[in-house]
């Protein structure tokens, strides 16, 4: 299963690479019979900016980033109850504030590591997707919701990202009272990805949390292309 994935999105690099290749040397082609060639880029270009390669599955990525990431914004508010009432715990020291703009940093700038093509899952994990228990969808179903709508796919790591800038934000402004509001948005976000991918399960609960991210953002997430702060 993972060197078959592998495969198949190493043919369809090369085919995309082979694209890119031919263009440039119609360009440089066309532009060879009037101007001299353009100066090359900076030698260090290549290097620093180069492709991006996965080392885990999505499903590993999630566990090991993602997730963790996620748990120092929604533990960085709660109601903790005692014998003597209820009490309501916030960020409050420097420390505090930091981990949530960790978490907050690491979901923005790691979500889009969701755009690299990777496995969904470890070699040989087929997901709970067997059997009269069945959960979840398998890798292969989840990679074919996929890859017939991208732009949906895009529009869910999209939807994740604008509320870690969110997130960021509040930080900056040491805004404890839109935590609350933040965490319930972050726990939404997740939702609408896993509902649609992993677990699809009620559509009409999909759609409902489609439809308060809409409303937070002000478009429906298979429409979000950018945050607006
Ligand atoms: C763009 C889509 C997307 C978003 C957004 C997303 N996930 Fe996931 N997540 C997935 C997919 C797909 C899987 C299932 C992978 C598999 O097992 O095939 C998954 C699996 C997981 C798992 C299971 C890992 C395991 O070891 O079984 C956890 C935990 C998780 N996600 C947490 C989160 C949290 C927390 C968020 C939000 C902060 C989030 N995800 C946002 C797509 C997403």
């Given at each position: 299963?993972?060197?078959?994935?592998?495969?198949?999105?190493?043919?369809?690099?090369?085919?995309?690479?082979?694209?890119?290749a031919l263009a440039c040397a119609m360009a440089a082609c066309?532009?060879?019979?009037?101007?001299?060639?353009?100066a090359s880029a900076p030698a260090s270009t290549p290097a620093m900016w180069g492709?991006?390669?996965p080392v885990v599955s999505v499903k590993e990525l999630m566990r090991d980033m993602i997730d963790p990431a996620s748990d120092y914004i929604f533990d960085s508010v709660k109601i903790i109850t005692t014998k003597n009432g209820t009490v309501e715990s916030v960020p409050k020291t420097d420390e505090d504030w930091a981990k949530l703009r960790i978490?907050?940093?690491?979901?923005?700038?790691?979500?889009?590591?969701?755009?690299?093509?990777r496995p969904f899952t470890p070699a040989g994990?087929?997901?709970?997707?067997?059997?009269?228990?069945?959960?979840?969808?398998?890798?292969a179903q989840i990679k074919a919701k996929l890859e017939k709508d991208p732009v949906l796919w895009n529009a869910k790591i999209?939807?994740?990202?604008?509320?870690?800038?969110?997130?960021?934000?509040?930080?900056?402004k040491k805004n404890t009272g839109e935590l609350w509001e933040a965490s319930y948005n972050l726990d939404q976000a997740c939702e609408?990805?896993?509902?649609?991918?992993?677990?699809?399960?009620?559509?009409?609960?999909?759609?409902?949390?489609?439809?308060?991210?809409?409303?937070?953002?002000?478009?429906?997430?298979?429409?979000?292309?950018?945050?607006?702060?």
């Open positions: 299963m993972l060197v078959r994935m592998f495969t198949s999105q190493l043919s369809k690099r090369f085919a995309r690479g082979a694209t890119v066309s532009s060879s019979s009037s101007k001299p060639p353009a492709d991006m390669k978490g907050a940093t690491t979901i923005a700038e790691g979500v889009y590591l969701l755009k690299v093509p994990d087929e997901n709970n997707s067997t059997g009269p228990e069945a959960t979840e969808l398998s890798p999209e939807a994740l990202r604008n509320v870690a800038l969110e997130v960021l934000e509040i930080v900056k609408s990805c896993h509902l649609q991918y992993w677990y699809p399960g009620d559509p009409a609960l999909l759609q409902k949390v489609d439809r308060q991210l809409e409303e937070l953002y002000g478009k429906s997430p298979s429409a979000a292309k950018t945050h607006k702060p």
